[in-house]
């Protein structure tokens, strides 16, 4: 398998525009976790699926912030509309059963001047 | 809610010496802990876990240790090398539950 793919990599926009970032989980892992990173705070959990179903999203900063899951092999984390403090790393991880291992993507840089 | 201590924030240690990274938990329910590596331009990355039920794990030059009574947890790397060098994480997971909290992270370097 090739992990949890992130895509894009690298993302520059101007405050105030949409952004949507996207997962594809390993296959065949029913959990799905999105995770901002920044220096300040650390990881921090913003929310988790299981099954795609959303289950604990209460690591969203703020309305501005959403994430779907349409299907196993796909998820969006959408900011609308982007602030410089959303400037992080972002990263979305996948596991099988809830207690297992986690496997993190290699992250998208997000950049909101 | 869970809270995760972890120190040092920095490490500097010669190459062939022994470096260690401590973490403290506060919910006693926690019953999961896991140890990630981090290279630069990368996701984190699991190197070694501990359960509850143990107090001490090892695989190859990495070892683990958990204190339950005090709620701390230990990462322990031997005979450092040059690719050691990397941002570490401790996190917390506490039973029944399926998210992860973090500490705030390692920066070890490896002098040659």
């Known amino acids: 398998d090739a992990g949890v793919i992130q895509s894009p990599r690298h993302e520059v926009t101007e405050m105030g525009q949409e952004v949507t970032l996207r997962c594809k989980p390993i296959?065949?892992?029913?959990?799905l976790f999105w995770y901002r990173q920044t220096m300040m705070r650390g990881l921090e959990l913003l929310i988790y699926f299981n099954n795609n179903v959303p289950i604990d999203d209460s690591g969203m900063p703020e309305d501005r912030f959403s994430a779907k899951m349409p299907n196993a092999s796909f998820s969006t984390l959408k900011i609308q509309p982007s602030e410089p403090r959303d400037s992080a790393v972002y990263f979305c991880?996948?596991?099988?059963?809830?207690?297992?291992?986690?496997?993190f993507g290699q992250g998208t840089r997000l950049t909101v001047v | 809610g869970e809270n995760v201590e972890q120190h040092p924030s920095t490490l500097s240690v010669q190459e062939g010496d022994s470096a260690v990274i401590k973490c403290t938990y506060s919910d006693s329910a926690s019953n999961y802990f896991p140890w990630y590596k981090q290279e630069l331009g990368k996701g984190p990355q699991l190197i070694i876990d501990i359960r509850s039920n143990v107090g001490e794990k090892k695989d190859q030059r990495i070892a683990v240790t958990l204190n339950k009574t005090a709620k701390h947890f230990s990462l322990h790397i031997t005979e450092t090398q040059p690719e050691d060098s990397a941002v570490y994480f401790c996190a917390a997971r506490i039973q029944g539950a399926q998210k992860l909290v973090f500490g705030q992270g390692t920066r070890l370097t490896i002098n040659p």
């Open positions: 991880a996948s596991s099988l059963g809830g207690m297992g291992e986690a496997f």
């Open positions: 296959s065949g892992h029913d959990y």
